[in-house]
């Protein structure tokens, strides 16, 4: 999992349930009509905008992007030259027993060892590695949504309150609760948008753009082992894709190794 996101949720939600806790008695801040009007109100109103299908697509993106860890990249590069330096050897069929612990390197290898054409095996994986970047896309922007419409929802659920408040003023001791109770939903949107559904948005854009580079860095990989290239031709070509410190730190393991 990715721990700066469990770290930074654990902080926020801590520091905001602490607040509460310190502050008087927490049921107070739990309210059945305010949850529904912005829990109910954000999921039919995100509905509006997308399908059902793609809402729910949209929460197994999230997940993933948080619990799936990705090939870091020095460890795809290390990969990549066992795999090259084993087809110089044996062949492409020597590569059908590696396990790289990666399901779209593994597909890669699967085509090559099946004998499809470099052009085919390239135009795939690229094809793959788009539809992931779109899922993700559509996924970010239905975190996105859900961020714009729950603080919105909570302000209405304030505004549903308020009338309710006005409407019976007869009795002064009942204001206070009631303003209380309007409030809640503000805080109920709020919380939504700024503790779940913008970072979350914000870390699935990034976790996407971390996956197309590392899909990046396979396809290349898969490319330059087909066309049997030197194992040092395809570690340069792939250190590109690491910054310039990363790369000198590679380069003196790698001459620590030769030595």
Do not use: C, W
């Not at 399908?51 to 993106?61: E, H, P």
């Not at 308020?162 to 003023?169: D, G, H, I, S």
């Amino acid at each position: 999992m990715d721990l700066a996101t469990l770290i930074g949720f654990l902080a926020a939600a801590g520091i905001i349930l602490s607040a509460i806790v310190l502050g008087g008695d927490p049921l107070m801040f739990f309210n059945v009509p305010s949850l529904l009007v912005v829990g109910g109100g954000t999921i039919g109103a995100v509905l509006m905008q997308f399908s059902i299908g793609q809402f729910l697509g949209a929460m197994k993106v999230g997940m993933k992007a948080l619990f799936n860890k990705l090939t870091s990249p020095k460890d795809l590069i290390e990969i990549t030259i066992d795999l090259a330096n084993t087809a110089r050897k044996g062949g492409l069929l020597a590569l059908e027993e590696k396990d790289t612990g990666n399901d779209f390197f593994q597909m890669g290898i699967q085509m090559m060892v099946d004998g499809h054409e470099p052009d085919v095996v390239r135009q795939t994986m690229v094809s793959d590695m788009n539809l992931t970047v779109e899922r993700h896309d559509l996924g970010q922007k239905i975190f996105k949504s859900i961020a714009d419409v729950a603080p919105a929802m909570g302000m209405i659920g304030t505004l549903i309150g308020l009338v309710q408040m006005l409407a019976n003023m007869e009795d002064p001791k009942t204001i206070g609760p009631a303003m209380a109770v309007a409030l809640l939903t503000t805080l109920y949107g709020a919380a939504i948008a700024n503790v779940f559904a913008s970072p979350l948005a914000e870390k699935l854009g990034l976790r996407s753009a971390e996956e197309k580079m590392i899909k990046s860095m396979i396809i290349d990989s898969i490319s330059g082992i087909q066309e049997g290239r030197n194992p040092r031709v395809i570690e340069g070509m792939l250190m590109t894709y690491l910054p310039v410190s990363d790369r000198n730190i590679a380069d003196d393991d790698a001459g620590a190794e030769a030595a």
